[in-house]
């Protein structure tokens, strides 16, 4: 049983907020990622880390910021939503090999 | 660079019949894992197998079972006499050894079991 955590799990909040989605893991994994979904569609990786102080752009560009301060937290921050924005995203964790993830969060920009 | 590519867009099929979904990928590492991962409505991806490139034994879990053939780049997905409770995207995957980055996945095929 996988223990990666993603809150809020819906969010729906009007353009030009800050918003900061929060993914948390007790496995002690160093590496973590998010995803960028679309409902249905194949998965984007904007994120990982590879452990403490570490973060790295992933393939698609996105205009959203991470940080990794501790192992086990890896939040993402938009400065200024925008409808553009509008997904699902999905926060994982791995060690070496499979990655685990969470339940994710659909944000909704209006 | 690599390439996972999942041909079947969606699936349909009345339960109780067996359904396949493939996987074909591409990678120049000798060494690779591949995932099969499942999304139900709810969003969430479940975790479902792993192989490695150097493990071709195929594997027969419950209603499951997995087919790894590397001289076809092929790691197919087997659910026997299928249920509703089975409906949902199945994501194929890849990674290379050594790198945190590179998990690939496919575009995912929408399964459908009507009742």
């Known amino acids: 049983e996988a223990d990666i955590y993603q809150t809020p799990r819906y969010l729906v909040i009007g353009t030009g907020k800050k918003i900061t989605l929060e993914c948390s893991q007790t496995?002690?994994?160093?590496?973590m990622y998010w995803y960028q979904q679309d409902p249905g569609m194949e998965l984007h990786l904007i994120h990982y880390s590879y452990g403490v102080n570490s973060t790295e752009k992933g393939d698609l560009s996105s205009e959203s910021t991470v940080s990794r301060i501790r192992t086990e937290h890896f939040p993402l921050t938009l400065e200024s939503a925008r409808p553009s924005h509008t997904s699902q995203y999905l926060c994982?964790?791995?060690?070496?090999?499979?990655?685990?993830f969470g339940q994710g969060t659909r944000l909704t920009v209006v | 660079a690599q390439k996972v590519t999942q041909a079947q867009t969606e699936i349909s099929v009345v339960e109780k019949e067996d359904v396949t979904l493939d996987c074909v990928y591409e990678?120049?590492?000798?060494?690779?894992?591949l995932f099969w991962y499942k999304q139900p409505p709810s969003g969430e991806l479940v975790f479902l197998i792993r192989?490695?490139?150097?493990?071709?034994q195929n594997e027969i879990s419950g209603r499951y079972s997995w087919n790894f053939q590397k001289s076809t780049s092929s790691f197919n997905f087997t659910i026997t006499a299928s249920q509703v409770v089975d409906s949902a995207v199945y994501f194929c995957a890849l990674r290379s050894s050594g790198s945190a980055r590179q998990l690939t996945f496919g575009s995912g095929t929408q399964l459908t079991v009507l009742p």
């Open positions: 192989r490695n490139s150097f493990d071709e």
């Open positions: 990678t120049r590492d000798t060494t690779y894992y």
């Open positions: 994982a964790s791995s060690e070496n090999t499979e990655a685990f």
């Open positions: 496995m002690g994994h160093d590496k």
